[in-house]
């Protein structure tokens, strides 16, 4: 449907859980986390309820994130059930790929289209040192796995300056080898990634062409999202840049989140959003629901408010989903 602003609302960002088995240093702290209770996270039927409601108003594709998506137990069965619902067109997931490989036949089975893998460093240490856990050869066989199967695949990195900037080249590279797409996502001051500082696009833009030479503007749409694309001579995939401080795409924001607790969250920087959970335990029924929610989407903000800090700023990115 469209919001106020012409924008055609088609996606939903689903974060499943807000646990994770990494650490992330920018996203999470090592310690004291205080979870969702349990009986505040949305059930697999209120998922799928909300799925089933937002795509009678047109969400045609759907994103589960987390915290880690792979942690929460049954999610083969909730992607093959969204897949299910008249109207979905797509369903992907973002993981950081600890648990993917094992799992990946049953995820494609299931209907899974295409899956974004988090990787910020190539070399052990270093990944040990930002997800503070030494799984980087899961992640790693992760995306082979999904390669393999032939599963289109995306690399997420958040380029951090002083912790991977010297290696986001060798990250790019991959998508010199293969046929996939590296993004670099600048950091956004939520929660703990307020400690680090990000490193500017022209920068790395720059990083990038000093090894593989002038870049090449890519007007192919790649994706559902707000990824600018580059490519390079003789590379098999792209490079995207997602600005979201710096060069903000909310003119074309084509999304609303949904976070682990039932928040629908309009804007990833924003407070505005609805909080679902008491009217699905609250015994409202489907058409109370799709007046909430497409009363929801018609307020979507304009714009974030990452520039007014303060305003709306999320504190945890687990809990909203990237
Ligand atoms: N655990 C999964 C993963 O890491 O892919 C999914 C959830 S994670 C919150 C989704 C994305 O958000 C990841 O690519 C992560 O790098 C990114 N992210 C987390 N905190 C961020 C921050 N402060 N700024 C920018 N991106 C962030
Ligand atoms: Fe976990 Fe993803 Fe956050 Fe890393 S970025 S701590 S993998 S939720």
């Not at 974060?15 to 004291?32: A, E, F, H, Q, W």
């Not at 094992?102 to 990787?119: C, R, W």
């Not at 989140?257 to 629908?264: A, E, K, M």
């Amino acid at each position: 449907m469209l919001d106020n602003f012409g924008r055609e609302i088609d996606y939903l960002r689903i974060s499943v859980t807000d646990r994770c088995n990494l650490r992330c240093i920018y996203c999470m702290p090592k310690d004291g986390v205080e979870w969702i209770p349990h009986e505040n996270v949305l059930t697999f039927e209120e998922i799928l309820r909300i799925c089933r409601v937002f795509a009678s108003l047109g969400i045609r594709k759907i994103k589960l994130t987390g915290g880690e998506p792979l942690v929460r137990h049954g999610i083969a069965g909730l992607i093959r059930d969204i897949k299910a619902i008249p109207g979905i067109k797509q369903i992907t997931l973002t993981t950081n790929g600890v648990l993917f490989a094992p799992m990946a036949e049953e995820l494609v089975a299931a209907g899974l289209d295409a899956v974004t893998f988090s990787i910020d460093s190539l070399k052990r240490d270093r990944y040990a040192d930002i997800t503070r856990f030494d799984h980087i050869d899961e992640t790693e066989a992760a995306i082979r796995k999904a390669m393999e199967l032939g599963l289109p695949v995306k690399l997420n990195c958040v380029p951090l300056r002083g912790v991977n900037e010297d290696e986001l080249p060798d990250l790019a590279a991959l998508a010199r080898d293969h046929d996939l797409q590296v993004r670099m996502i600048e950091l956004m001051p939520i929660g703990c990634g307020k400690q680090f500082s990000g490193i500017p696009f022209s920068e790395i833009l720059t990083s990038l062409e000093e090894r593989f030479g002038p870049s090449i503007p890519c007007s192919e749409a790649l994706g559902n999202g707000p990824a600018s694309y580059v490519s390079f001579e003789g590379f098999k995939g792209h490079i995207g840049f997602i600005t979201a401080l710096t060069h903000p795409f909310c003119a074309s924001c084509n999304r609303v989140r949904l976070t682990s607790s039932g928040f629908l969250k309009l804007c990833l920087n924003h407070p505005d959003g609805v909080e679902l959970l008491p009217l699905l335990r609250g015994g409202a029924d489907d058409e109370e629901l799709k007046k909430v929610l497409s009363d929801a989407i018609l307020r979507k903000p304009l714009r974030h408010h990452f520039e007014d800090r303060g305003v709306g700023d999320p504190d945890k990115m687990n809990s909203i989903g990237g």
